[in-house]
């Protein structure tokens, strides 16, 4: 009988990060299927009915062939439970992307071949730093034209300050490919570009020969020296601190070193790993059962405007039925239903593991960071929060819809991507986002989950900030004297919506009893 300890050394939870139009989701794609998730992989640049991504779910995803939403699958590869989170790249969505990461304990990296290490790679790669999550190198797309595999290792290197060891090398890149070379195991998988994507079959090295001419074959072994010679070697203890990462090269849409990056990822990446909170360090060997909601997604299945909250689970064995108490509210919940992910398919879990990533169907009693346990007081740290950049008023086409509105726009905002916001002068709601496409992604889910249309209009505010204070009758007098600047959040809570920031530091000045904060944490309620 397997302990708590067994099943946590079978566990990996691995992200996949990268700029937009990198390859992430074709190589998640291929990840399933190679993992036997799916038996067909679709490509995003497919067109009709096969332009669908399976971890894209959403309608708008399987339109514009783009991530806009953390999607979680799991599967089973060669006797270990993979939890892979295919993440959004779109900067607008960072938000998402910063959440999700806060859940996995390692990160394969995309890269372009023909760009390079693009601004939204950099970024995430800081946030992975941040928090020490060792990183796989993958180096994509090596079938078409691109930088040479060199100034790509030494751009990693300078860029992002990371020891690089690559552990495949390609014979070739662009129309000259050939394949892709593993030193270690002196193994050569050949690239055919007639093959439809089919996977190639792995040969012992020195059939190289036989795929390129005798030119050919001297510079790439000179290359495959002068690689080994100009890296360190693979450290596994270097990797795992977080200080090198080993780079694959390869073509996901042809399937082309993907087995050799996913067998990377159950041999190299770690275990789950101890999970920061407020009290101390929890170990995931520890019996209690406790973990974070790092995601909520609304309309998962749209016949029952269910809303599903994505925990981590940080520690112990957990048991379908058992109660967990909900730091955000102080209530004690019963989960009667967890689920396991593969994209919008899912299905009951009887038990899980730290590592493991469960579904728990609610009604907005769950929100994003709320920590449950089994037992203890105490609360994960290090869930991000952001401040709204942009501030618009929703525009409703047909007003005998406003009630339906006011259950979309909070149904939506309890995903943690969107506040809204309702002044209190005046009729219309207010939306809060990060980046512009969010408004885009809203209506158009708005309209498709809800049958309701809206539009976003200008409105006068550029910045929200929550107020507090400890006299509640100095908060009150702050309320009343700024009606006109006053909105309530969707708890009722209050927010000072201010038309610049020069406004709002000039009212901070004025009122220095009161707190100006650009998020809002939930206090805890006593159960």
Aim: hydrophobic share 40%.
């Amino acid at each position: 009988m397997s302990t708590i300890a067994d099943e946590v050394q079978k566990r990996r939870t691995f992200a996949i990060i990268s700029h937009p139009d990198a390859g992430k989701t074709t190589l998640t794609e291929n990840l399933l299927l190679m993992g036997g998730a799916i038996h067909l992989a679709g490509q995003v640049k497919a067109r009709g009915d096969s332009r669908r991504a399976r971890s894209d779910w959403m309608k708008i995803e399987q339109e514009r062939g783009i991530s806009v939403s953390s999607a979680v699958m799991t599967f089973a590869y060669e006797g270990i439970t993979c939890n892979l989170l295919d993440t959004p790249g779109h900067e607008d969505f960072s938000e998402d992307t910063y959440r999700t990461l806060t859940a996995a304990d390692s990160a394969i990296m995309v890269i372009d071949a023909a760009k390079g290490i693009e601004a939204q790679t950099l970024k995430l790669f800081e946030v992975c730093r941040l928090r020490d999550v060792p990183i796989i190198t993958f180096i994509n797309k090596i079938d078409r034209e691109g930088v040479s595999p060199f100034e790509l290792m030494d751009e990693i290197a300078t860029k992002l300050a990371l020891d690089t060891a690559p552990m495949m090398w390609p014979a070739g890149m662009g129309g000259l490919l050939r394949g892709v070379f593993d030193p270690e195991r002196d193994r050569f998988i050949p690239y055919d570009r007639m093959s439809e994507g089919k996977e190639a079959t792995s040969l012992s090295g020195n059939e190289i020969a036989n795929y390129m001419s005798a030119d050919e074959l001297a510079a790439f072994r000179e290359e495959m020296e002068l690689a080994r010679e100009g890296s360190p070697a693979f450290d596994l203890e270097a990797y795992r601190a977080g200080h090198l990462t080993p780079v694959y090269f390869g073509s996901a849409l042809r399937k082309l070193g993907v087995r050799e990056l996913l067998n990377a990822v159950v041999q190299f990446a770690p275990t789950p790993r101890p999970q920061p909170s407020s009290a101390r360090l929890v170990q995931p060997t520890e019996p209690k059962v406790a973990g974070f909601v790092f995601k909520v997604q609304a309309n998962m299945d749209a016949n029952h405007r269910d809303r599903i909250a994505f925990m981590r689970l940080c520690s112990g064995k957990f048991k379908r039925g058992m109660r967990l108490k909900v730091s955000g509210s102080g209530k004690t919940i019963g989960i009667h239903n967890p689920t396991l992910f593969f994209a919008q398919d899912r299905e009951l879990v009887d038990e899980a593991y730290a590592g493991d990533i469960i579904g728990i169907p609610n009604h907005g009693t769950i929100r994003v960071g709320d920590t449950l346990t089994e037992a203890e007081d105490l609360t994960f740290t290090g869930i991000p929060n952001f401040a709204p950049e942009i501030l618009q008023r929703v525009r409703l086409d047909d007003p005998m819809k406003a009630k339906h509105m006011r259950r979309a726009l909070e149904s939506l905002a309890e995903e943690g991507v969107t506040q809204v916001f309702k002044p209190q002068l005046g009729a219309n709601w207010i939306v809060g986002v990060v980046g512009r496409l969010q408004l885009e992604v809203l209506a158009a889910r708005i309209e498709t989950e809800y049958e309701i249309k809206v539009s976003f209009e200008a409105s006068p505010f550029e910045t929200a900030r929550w107020v507090t204070a400890e006299d509640p009758a100095e908060l009150k007098r702050f309320v009343d004297a700024h009606r006109g600047n006053m909105a309530d959040d969707r708890d009722g809570a209050p927010v000072f919506l201010a038309k610049s920031n020069w406004e709002l530091g000039y009212t901070a000045e004025k009122w220095p009893h009161v707190r100006f904060s650009a998020t809002r944490e939930r206090a805890p309620v006593a159960a």
